[in-house]
Structure formats: C-alpha cells, structure tokens
C-alpha cells in the first residue's frame, strides 16, 4: 500500500553522505522484488531487475537535507552548518533528531537587521557545557527535522517528501513491474541535495540507455507563489520539461506523456526556473544518455511540511509502469 | 629548506611549467617514476611492490592564483585580470614579477594625500588597477611583457614568529612538499602521487586524473583558509594554526568517506599527531573531482590552516605543515592493514 | 562553394532552443550529407560528420543551439507568463515578436508589459522585470491553453538582415555562424587525402551548460579539440580588452587553451595571412572549449572566435568574411598535421 511504504520511508536517518540507515530499510523491502542488490563506494544501493531490450536506470533519492555538528560553545550549544540547501532564514525552531536517537532543538539567534545566515543557527541538546554537548553529539555527527506528519483526506504533510515520495513510488515500481521486456535498474541515489553526486558514479558504472529521475517538484497554486509554478498538487503527476539542472531529453519526455494518454492517467507538464535532479547527472554521463524527470508535486518543499498527494504518487507508479513496459523502444 | 625552495617556483594556474620541472626532478630523486599527462599534470609513481595492498593516490595541487597581463595602455602601464580567486582589497601596493624573466613591476594607485572621502570607501575592483613596469609607452611595455605574461607576487618565504613562515603560494605548496615526503617515507604497495594543475581556475586538472588512474583511495593534501585572528567570532575561525592538520568530515566540493576518516582520525590519535576539524565549512579543492570521475573512490582531504590564503602573504606554522606529512605516512604504514576496515 | 549568407539566413530561423533542437539538427544534417562519409545525430541533437580515413582525431564543434523563451504560466485573461532558456537580455524582451512553437504550429505572438504612462515616474527609470512581461497571443485564453502548455518553446523574431561591408545581422548567429565556418572548413577539404580524421560536432545546449560537446568529447575521444564561437565585436562603451575589431580573427589564450596549439595556430594565420588577434581569458572561456579540454584524460584545445556586435540579440552583426577566414585557418591546420603532431599536445 502506497501510504504504508511512505510512511516506512519517512523515517530512518539519512543526510547526504550519512545514508547507512536509510539504505538498509529500503534494501529489507526491495529484496523479494530484485534480481540483484549491490552497493558502491559512495553508498548508492542498486537493484536489478533482469531482462532483454533496453537498460533503464530510474533513481530517486535516499538522502535528506539536515546539519553537521562543528563544534560546541562552552554554554553548550552546538553549532552547525547545513548538509545540503536548508533555507537559514525559515530553519530555525524546529525539531530535531539524531541517527542514535538523540533529540533537540534548532534555533536561531536574534537578528535584529541582519541577514539570516547559517552562523546564526544552533541545537540545543539541553547540555550545559562544551563537553557535555560534545558527548550527546560529537563533532562530525548530523542531525535531520524530527518526523510529525498530517493527514488532509488525500494529502500528506511531513518533513521529506523529498525525496522519499519518490523513493515509496520506486519501490512500489518495483513490486508493480511485471515479465521483463527491458532491464531495469532501481538505484537509491545518495547525496542528491549537495549536488547529484551519487547519481554521477552510479550512471557512470550502469551505463543505461535511458534515464529517469523520480523526485518531487515545488507546486504553484499556493498564495503569491513567486515566480508563479505550473505544477499542481493533486493534478496527477508531472512531467519536467525543464529546470535549471537539465532539459528533458524530448524522446523519453514525449514518452512519458505517450505513456499517461496510453493508460488514461490524467497528467501535468511542469518547468521549474531554477533547481536540478539526478537526471542531469545521468543525462552527460560518458557519451551522453537520454534522460527525463517525472516529478511529485509537493507545496512547501525544503520545509517541514513539505505536502503530496498519495493519488499522485499512485499514478506515478502506473505511468512508470506503462513507459517502462509498453512505451520504451 | 625545500618549502621555500618550492615556493621560489612559479606556477599560475595555465602556466605550470617551471614548479613541474623542479618537483619533477626532485619526485624522481626520491624514487618517482614520472609522467606528465594532456593537462601538464605531473604523475610520480612508486612501487613497493605488495600487489595485495590498495593503490593510492596522494593529490595536491602546484598551480598558484596569480595575474596575467590582458593589455597595454598607451602611457606603458599594463592591464591584467586575476587568474583564480583573488580579492581586489589585497592589490593596491604590492610587488610584482612578470614572465619567465621575473621582470618587476608594482600595482600602484592614487596617492593618499590626493584621496577625497569618496575615494577612501571605495574598493578599487581589479579592472581599476594596473601593473607598472616603468616603462615608458606602450612598445617598450609590449616588449617585455606582451599580454599573455603570467605575473607572481614578488613575496618569497621567510620564517618568523616562533615556528611560522611567511610566502605567496603556501596553497598549495605545502601539499607538494607532503608527496615528497611521502615518496621519501615509502609505501608497501603502488603509490601515485600526482601534482595536479589549474585546480585555482575550476579543479581542472584533477578532473581528467580519473579516467586513466587506477587508485583504489585518495587522500587530497591541501591548505585551507584559517580565520582565527582579530577577534573573530568562534563560528567564522573555520580552524586554527599551531592546532594541527584539519582532517574535514566536508567542504564544498566532497563530503569526506566516512571510514576512511574516522581511521584517519584514529591513526593521528594513536600516533600523537595533532589534529582538528573544521568549524566552518567553505571552500573547493581537488577532491570533489578525484572522488567522483568515474567510479566512485573513498576520498578525504588533510589541509594545514593557512591564514590570508591567496593573499601576497599567507602564513601557516612550521608544526601544522609538519603534521600533515607524519600524518599522511603514517597512514601509509598502516593502510595495508587499514583497508578491510575502510572497505566495510 | 555554399553562399553562407544564405546558409546562415536559413538556419538562423529554425527551430532549436537548447535542449528542443530536432529540427535545426536536421536541417545541419542534410547539409553535411554531401561532404561527409558518415553523419549522424546523437542522442543528444547533436550533429557529428565525419571525414579522413587515419591520422589523429580532431574534434571541430560550434554549437547550434538557441536562446530563447519558455511558457510557464497561462493567465486567466490568456497572457502567458514565460522563463528564460539560456541568457536572454531581459532588456531586449519588452515588445519583441515571437514565435510559440504550438500544439497546431508556430504562431505569433509579441511580449508585452505594463504602459509606461501607467508607472511611477521611479519605475520609469528601472528596466522591466522578467516576471511583468507575459506574450500576447491575440487569442482567448480558452484557445491559449489548448494550444500551449508549461514548456512550450517561445523563439524571439530575428530574420538575417544584410548590411555594408559584407555585414550581417540577425538573431542566433551565435554559435549557427560557428556551424557556417565548419561547413566551410568541409568544403575546403574536399577532394583531398586528409591526415587526420575530422569530426565536425554541431552541438546542442551549449548556452544551458555544454552537455553537447562534454558527451561528444567522451565518445569521440579526440587528440585535438578545436571550438568555434564568438566573442564581443567593437561596441561603445566597452573595456577596450574586451572587444575587437569586426574584421579579425579572434584566437583565445589562457589556461583553458593549450598554448603551444594556440601559438602553432597564430603561426599558421602569420603563414597564411589571415588577420587574427589574441584574446586573454584568464579563466575556463564560456563555451564548449570548457568540456572539451577536460574530456576523458584530457584534450588539448583551442578557441576559435568570431567577433560579433550586440551579442544575446536579435541583431547579432559579424563580418562574413570573417568566417571565411576562420575557415580558411582550420582548414590549414589540418591539412598542415603531419607525422610530428603530437608534438602539438605535450607540455
């Protein structure tokens, strides 16, 4: 059920370049659904999915945005920098978790006329001294957003939606996919947020001939939406033509809308003017490989409430299904 | 001693030339055996020859920031843009010295005593300045240094303090003199050491290395900027001199492998070397392409703190630079071993 | 021999944003047919003609992809709220005309904005902000959105207009003049026993990154790689380092270049008097000569510039006889490789 592995995939620890516990989850309910399991140096988990034809290289994200312990004042408090793109002016007093258990808070020094600024950021543990601190969570440790999630009927609301929507639709892919025509390649990527690093390696080794990147995308629709979006919360999923990581390549873009008309799935373009997925990376891997995003959209991205429809991702499931099946040539 | 003997060199990112041939002598005195690949990058090989043990790759770079001279006014004075980051507020009255000829030159600007208010507040951006030679019109200029002419600051190497030294190009001179001392100290297996180009201008040269190279690992030798002076608050220090090699868990470039790390940390602790993270994350180096051109390598960066980097005047302490060379080979004694544990 | 003024008035006007340039790539196609013994298009759009049978791998790319405009947002009352493809001067955009490549064909339309007597007298005084324009499609909004969707390419209205002096201007002449001067370097090869084999890399989305050549590179793995593009012509107001005369030559030097083939090249124009200059870049140049040099384990590299007035509009003016001397110099250098290339390629 959609909602059920969400919910499983919401949870473990994972930042970028911390995705151990992340990746063991996804790897226990994949396992009955792969050929094969591996992992790469970097942590990337592959699966595979045996078959003639063609090699399709879907990914999705395992890692999340969050931050790393620098140091500690001897009032105690930790000071950090972000893993990956946290917005400082909107991070500060929020809950927040480390991988061994440990909570906190994060809050943010008075601004007064200043600019927001990671600097201005810090956990509370609830130590009083640098050595304590240093004791709860030693330099190097990362923390993520505390997990609280809301029900909307058809809505989700939780931290990290992104990307882990889209790694619920990549599993429930696998489940779905039936006799092979192609062979497929599910790769869990790791530390997407600090710049598409684990897709790189991993296409570069897979060598696919086509690629598709599964993330979300921030949705329009929302009050003085600027610069105004077209993708819609609840409209079905959306195909990317363009953001500032890459162009949809048009055969597998065109593909993608071949396979909604194909299984009747209501469907939406979007164009994003800023942000990238793991299909940049895929697409100028070593002599160039068609490639394309389809998008979750998700209100508040990067926030703690980031919001999808699980109808959405359903569909995004059976679209995939249907391009991979019946549209890839 | 051999640091100022390697910053003596001159090397601006594109015009590597001169600091290859010296390193390139002195890696083959040590038992290198040395090639230099399509980007001038400088490879010296050592095998100790255990073919059971991970080949690694130690990577610093010897390209320095620098100038280059893009014209010449009709009144002889010379034009230039920066090569690699350099802050314009560090130009104004400083030596220089152009081409292979080590002409010298001086980049002036308005006297003080004919400053207004205005002039004072005003940064003076790189396309304001310009180099003079004393030349006294534009041929004579053209002569001795057409466009094209890489130009150094004239700031060579001076012990001062107790137990700093003061240079231009201590990014990253210093991570040159560690791969020396690493092909001195030895290794069981096969090591490269490569001295990489153009990293200033864009990690260029370390981009190619990863499509011929065969290393298992690598560990990048490098500087890193330490702020940690003039009553600056805690959280903008990034680190500290005279407090060790900074072993960073990440900068902007390359989140560092995590086991790979934490034995690195171990074998400083182990071994009494003195060590530190960095509380302030900034910074590009090398790593980011070496970890990622092809197939993924376990990567980490050791840098010594070097305060008023890519300024004229940079200055990092006698014990950090040693720290990071007894660090690197005692990492390379104990790899062989080491490795399983990395590898998990 | 092709009359590239024609050439380039044909191709200019063709569809081919970065990242949608199908039928630009196909047109280019069809023109290197005749002179190539194999050409083809790539996955990514790009166009790869291949000529010389043995001797090392050259690699000579312009890129043919366009700046342009894409639809995002369809108002309720039918305007169409757009992002850029690539660096479009927003201030070239307030009532421009364009064509949005429709469901049903390319129509027309023109960008429009608030009226200036409707603005502050201090609004007056800024340029428009991208986000207050939006095309105007003359249509109802109902008919809008059946015919574009976010996403649908919007080119900017730039016939090729010929001026004095064997000047031309028109929208896109970079880098489809670069693809010109190739097509002049195949036909200058003609009919001869070449010394190295040519790949001539009409590449795609130069202007959003350069995946085009970084991916070409990798597969043709090249001995050299010789750019083509353009740099800023003669304009006022302008650092005089930073722009050239019209009717020169332009050949780049600095790190991203490899000096001895930029010094063999200057050599070579002296040789076969074609006026060229040197240009300084002290960093990576923005063009496909950045991917190229980096490729695989390397390529020595070169940058080959034509200078070209009001760069990012729809009123790009060259000298054509520049191309023919840039063309007339690439072909030298081939022709002119012998058994000691590769001194050509070491430091």
Not at chain 1, 90 to 117: M, W, Y
Not at chain 1, 175 to 193: C, D, M, N, R, S
Not at chain 2, 140 to 160: I, R
Not at chain 3, 39 to 54: D, Q, Y
Request: with cysteine.
């Amino acid at each position: 059920m959609m909602k059920d592995t969400l919910f499983s995939l919401l949870t473990p620890f994972g930042p970028s370049g911390q995705e151990g516990p992340i990746a063991a989850a996804i790897a226990e309910m994949i396992r009955p659904h792969a050929d094969e399991l591996r992992t790469d140096a970097m942590g990337n988990l592959i699966a595979v999915r045996h078959g003639p034809g063609k090699r399709i290289m879907f990914c999705a994200h395992m890692d999340q945005i969050g931050y790393i312990v620098l140091d500690a004042d001897k009032e105690g408090f930790l000071r950090v920098s972000n893993v990956g793109g946290v917005n400082p002016a909107s991070a500060g007093f929020r809950h927040v978790v480390f991988q061994n258990g440990v909570t906190g808070v994060i809050a943010c020094e008075p601004l007064a006329d200043d600019k927001p600024g990671i600097e201005k950021l810090y956990i509370d543990v609830g130590a009083d001294s640098r050595e304590k601190a240093l004791e709860i969570a030693p330099i190097g440790t990362m923390a993520v957003i505390a997990h609280q999630a809301s029900q909307m009927g058809d809505h989700v609301a939780a931290p990290y939606m992104d990307d882990r929507a889209a790694c619920a639709v990549l599993v429930e892919l696998l489940k779905a996919l039936g006799k092979p025509k192609h062979e497929i390649i599910a790769v869990f990527t790791v530390q997407e947020e600090v710049g598409v690093r684990g897709a790189t390696t991993a296409a570069y080794s897979v060598q696919p001939d086509f690629g598709l990147a599964i993330d979300v995308t921030p949705a329009g629709g929302v009050p003085k939406c600027d610069p105004p979006l077209p993708a819609k919360v609840g409209k079905g999923p959306a195909v990317k033509v363009k953001d500032s990581g890459s162009i949809s390549t048009p055969v597998v873009r065109d593909g993608l809308v071949a396979a909604a008309k194909r299984a009747g799935i209501a469907f939406q373009y979007e164009v994003l003017p800023y942000g990238g997925t793991d299909a940049r990376a895929i697409m100028v891997s070593r002599g160039g490989v068609p490639s394309g995003t389809l998008s979750i959209p998700c209100r508040y991205v990067h926030s703690p409430v980031e919001t999808v429809s699980v109808r959405d991702m359903e569909e995004c499931v059976r679209l995939l299904k249907v391009w991979a099946e019946e549209i890839v040539e | 001693m051999l640091l100022k003997e390697l910053t003596a060199c001159r090397g601006v990112s594109g015009s590597e030339g001169e600091i290859r041939a010296r390193l390139k002598a002195l890696a083959e005195e040590r038992g290198g055996v040395c090639t230099v690949d399509r980007m001038g990058n400088l490879i010296a090989r050592k095998d100790g020859g255990d073919a059971s043990a991970p080949h690694v790759l130690l990577a610093a770079h010897m390209d320095e920031v620098g100038l280059i001279v893009t014209g010449v006014r009709d009144d002889g004075l010379l034009r230039y843009k920066p090569v690699g980051g350099i802050d314009p507020r560090v130009m104004v009255s400083k030596p220089v010295l152009l081409g292979d000829g080590r002409v010298p030159g001086v980049i002036g600007a308005k006297a003080i005593h004919l400053q207004s208010e205005a002039d004072r507040d005003r940064v003076l951006d790189h396309d304001q300045l310009y180099i003079d030679i004393g030349a006294k019109a534009k041929a004579e200029a053209e002569k001795l240094c057409p466009p094209g002419t890489y130009a150094v600051f004239d700031s060579p190497p001076e012990s001062f303090g107790e137990g700093m030294v003061v240079s231009r190009a201590l990014d990253d001179r210093i991570g040159c003199l560690t791969l020396l001392s690493a092909l001195s100290h030895g290794y069981r297996g096969h090591m490269i050491c490569a001295f990489t180009v153009q990293e200033e201008v864009g990690l260029r040269g370390a981009k190619v290395l990863g499509h011929y190279l065969e290393h298992d690992l690598v560990i990048v030798l490098e500087t890193t900027a330490a702020n940690d002076v003039g009553d600056v608050p805690f959280e903008k220090q990034v680190c500290g001199v005279k407090k060790g090699v900074v072993i960073s868990h990440m900068d902007a470039t390359s989140i560092a492998h995590p086991r790979l790390r934490s034995v690195m940390e171990s074998i400083a602790a182990s071994a009494g070397i003195p060590h530190q993270p960095k509380r302030y994350l900034s910074g590009g180096n090398d790593a980011g392409a070496l970890q990622r051109a092809g197939e993924a390598k376990p990567a980490v960066v050791l840098s010594v703190p070097c305060r008023y980097i890519h300024s004229p005047a940079s200055v990092a302490a006698e014990m950090d630079i040693q720290a990071q060379a007894d660090l690197t080979n005692a990492f390379l004694d104990a790899l062989p071993t080491a490795w399983a544990e990395i590898c998990k | 021999m092709t009359d590239l003024s024609a050439f380039l008035r044909k191709i200019t006007a063709l569809r081919g944003l970065s990242g949608d340039e199908g039928p630009v790539a196909q047109a280019v196609f069809e023109a290197f047919l005749p002179l190539c013994g194999e050409v083809t298009v790539n996955a990514m759009s790009s166009v790869i003609g291949r000529m010389g049978k043995a001797g090392p791998r050259v690699m000579i790319t312009a890129h043919l992809d366009e700046i342009g405009l894409m639809a995002t947002v369809m108002e309720e009352d039918g305007a169409i709220r757009f992002t850029r493809v690539g660096g479009v001067d927003p201030r070239i955009l307030p009532g421009s005309r364009v064509w949005v490549y429709t469901e049903e064909g390319p129509m027309t339309g023109v960008i429009g904005a608030m009226p200036p007597h409707l603005l502050r007298a201090e609004e007056r005084k800024k340029n428009y902000e991208m986000a207050a324009l939006y095309v105007d499609m003359g249509l109802p909004a109902s008919r809008v959105t059946a015919l574009v969707h976010p996403g649908t390419p919007i080119a900017l209205h730039g016939p090729l207009k010929t001026l004095e002096n064997r000047r031309c201007a028109a929208k896109t002449i970079d880098d489809r003049g670069g693809v010109a001067v190739m097509l002049r370097v195949a036909e200058l090869l003609q009919q001869r026993e070449l010394p190295a084999q040519v790949f001539f890399v009409a590449a795609s989305q130069e202007e959003v990154g350069g995946m085009g050549a970084e991916t070409a590179a990798y597969a043709l793995e090249p001995d050299f790689g010789i750019a083509i593009d353009v740099t800023h012509g003669e304009m006022p107001g302008c650092e005089p380092d930073d722009v050239y005369p019209l009717d020169k030559v332009v050949l780049t030097e600095g790190p991203n270049i490899h000096p001895i083939l930029h010094k063999h090249l200057m050599d070579l124009a002296a040789k076969h008097r074609v006026d060229a200059v040197t240009s300084i870049c002290p960093r990576v140049t923005w063009t496909d000569a950045a991917s190229l040099q980096i490729a695989r384990a390397g390529v020595p590299t070169a940058l080959v510039e034509i200078p070209l007035k009001y760069m990012h509009t729809t009123v790009e003016t060259v000298s054509m006889d520049v191309l023919d001397e840039a063309a007339r110099l690439i072909a030298a250098f081939i022709v002119g490789l012998d058994a000691g290339w590769e001194g050509l390629t070491c430091f």
